[in-house]
């Protein structure tokens, strides 16, 4: 069973930088894609960013290319999302997604195996 902890959410202004973490354990990290996406309140859940098991290849929503950077480190099981240039539009429940697939912009969210509880990140204006 994999288990997977986001850490790294808050309040932050408009403009500004935060790092999430997904901390897993389970099923071997470094073969699993891993993933990011993010539920405003009201809206559906939507993918952000998604990274392949060797971390070779990443994928990012339109909405957060070029501000948003993911990133794993397979010796740490740990997948990151940094995000800069923050938006109020960016407010949102972030969520760490496992899939033995890949996850990019086409996985629907019911395609995901494994999720974390989620961490919230508010922007303000």
């Known amino acids: 069973q994999v288990q997977l902890v986001e850490s790294g959410g808050g309040l932050v202004q408009a403009g500004g930088s935060l790092r999430l973490s997904c901390a897993a354990s389970?099923?071997?990290?470094?073969?699993?894609?891993m993933g990011w996406f993010r539920q405003a309140p009201g809206k559906e859940r939507e993918f952000a960013a998604g990274?392949?098991?060797?971390?070779?290849?990443?994928y990012y929503a339109d909405s957060v290319k070029g501000r948003f950077t993911i990133s794993r480190d397979n010796a740490k099981n740990t997948v990151y999302l940094q995000m800069y240039s923050l938006k109020p539009e960016d407010t949102a429940v972030y969520y760490c997604a496992a899939e033995k697939g890949a996850i990019t912009s086409a996985t629907p969210p019911e395609g995901v195996d494994h999720w974390g509880r989620g961490t919230l990140v508010t922007v303000s204006s």
């Open positions: 990274i392949s098991w060797s971390g070779a290849v990443t």
């Open positions: 389970g099923l071997p990290f470094s073969i699993l894609a």
